[in-house]
């Protein structure tokens, strides 16, 4: 079983950065994938980001390449976004999540534990 907690998140104005993080519990975080996905009020569920379990191969939804980034430290149990050049359109409840099968899925279905969130909201 793996838990994970988010937290970074906040108001910020259009332009500016956040970083997330993604606290895991549980020995086994180093070999699982992991994800951050988005929720907008009345909009699904869709992928951020991914990263492998080594960290060495990393995956980016259109909407974000080029300002948000994804990391992961091990050691620390920890995954990362940060997330740069923001946009009113990034306003979400932002979700980390991590994959046994290390499928690089970019499909929420195909992850197994999740985190409770956290409000992202960038005003103009």
């Known amino acids: 079983q793996v838990q994970l907690v988010e937290s970074g998140g906040g108001l910020v104005q259009t332009g500016g950065s956040l970083r997330l993080s993604c606290a895991a519990s549980?020995?086994?975080?180093?070999?699982?994938?992991m994800g951050w996905f988005r929720q907008a009020p009345g909009k699904e569920r869709e992928f951020v980001a991914a990263?492998?379990?080594?960290?060495?191969?990393?995956y980016y939804a259109d909407s974000v390449k080029g300002r948000f980034t994804i990391s992961r430290d091990n050691a620390k149990i920890t995954v990362y976004l940060q997330m740069s050049s923001l946009k009113s359109e990034d306003t979400a409840v932002y979700y980390c999540?991590?994959?046994?099968?290390?499928?690089?899925?970019?499909?929420?279905?195909?992850?197994?534990?999740w985190g409770q969130g956290t409000q992202v909201t960038v005003s103009s």
């Open positions: 549980g020995r086994t975080f180093s070999r699982y994938h």
């Open positions: 999540a991590a994959d046994r099968k290390n499928r690089g899925s970019y499909y929420s279905y195909d992850y197994d534990y």
């Open positions: 990263i492998s379990w080594s960290g060495s191969r990393t």
